[in-house]
């Protein structure tokens, strides 16, 4: 089925170090998403890509950088980690299934020690 | 300013009861809103949506919900709960304005056998 495809599944990184959050969609929509899910602080939105070649911060954007590679594929990069980052990340896409919704990936389960 | 509020964070409910997990919001222009559904160590699932029509929605594995514009609600609900319908929650809004979704904060729903 088509839907939003995140890879890694799970990463622990040590402070300073940087990462990569890779996301793909093939639902061929224009828009995508980052979210970060903390407890107690529902899904927060750190950037967004309203299309190919276009990119806003959201609500927690500090710390973090993104690439609109292609329509298909937005990725999220951590140049120095911090342990405040420490997170679930979903990247989210609408897709007509889901009502014009989201069609949430996954998640990435990042630990910063 | 768009927000959505869910004022529990913890639901119980025995099982075989009705249940209700409540959301509010608010937003400039038309509210479409959408319940989602989130399994443990899972991403966010689509369960139903309301963009117009008729104030009472259903949605997957029997839920329904219901618009209300006055007290700017959108209560989920199920007649009879399950232990399998154990997960976290999200309500969230987008105006018929704009792209981007605003989460609530997500509320914990225990059924209990």
């Known amino acids: 089925n088509a839907g939003v495809t995140q890879t890694p599944k799970f990463q622990v990184l040590k402070t300073g170090q940087s990462m990569t959050l890779q996301c793909a969609q093939d639902?061929?929509?224009?828009?995508m998403y980052w979210y970060r899910q903390d407890p107690g602080m529902g899904l927060r939105l750190i950037y967004y890509s309203a299309s190919e070649g276009t990119t806003d911060k959201g609500e927690v954007p500090n710390g973090y950088n993104v690439s609109r590679l292609n329509k298909r594929e937005f990725s999220l990069r951590l140049e120095s980690a911090a342990p405040s980052q420490t997170s679930v990340y979903f990247c989210?896409?609408?897709?007509?299934?889901?009502?014009?919704?989201?069609?949430f990936g996954s998640g990435t389960r990042l630990t910063v020690v | 300013a768009q927000s959505v509020a869910q004022p529990e964070d913890q639901v119980n409910v025995a099982e075989g009861n009705p249940l209700t997990v409540k959301c509010t919001y608010s937003v400039s222009g038309n509210p479409y809103l959408f319940w989602y559904v989130q399994y443990p160590n899972r991403g966010l699932q689509f369960l139903l949506k309301?963009?117009?029509?008729?104030?009472l929605v259903k949605g997957s594995y029997g839920f329904e919900a219901e618009f209300n514009k006055s007290q700017t609600s959108f209560h989920l609900k199920k007649p009879s709960a399950l232990v399998s319908d154990s997960a976290l929650y999200f309500c969230a809004v987008r105006s018929n304005t704009g792209n981007q979704f605003y989460f609530g904060t997500g509320t914990s729903l225990t059924v209990i056998p």
């Open positions: 989210a896409s609408p897709s007509p299934w889901a009502g014009y919704g989201y069609t």
């Open positions: 639902m061929n929509h224009n828009s």
């Open positions: 309301y963009i117009t029509g008729d104030n």
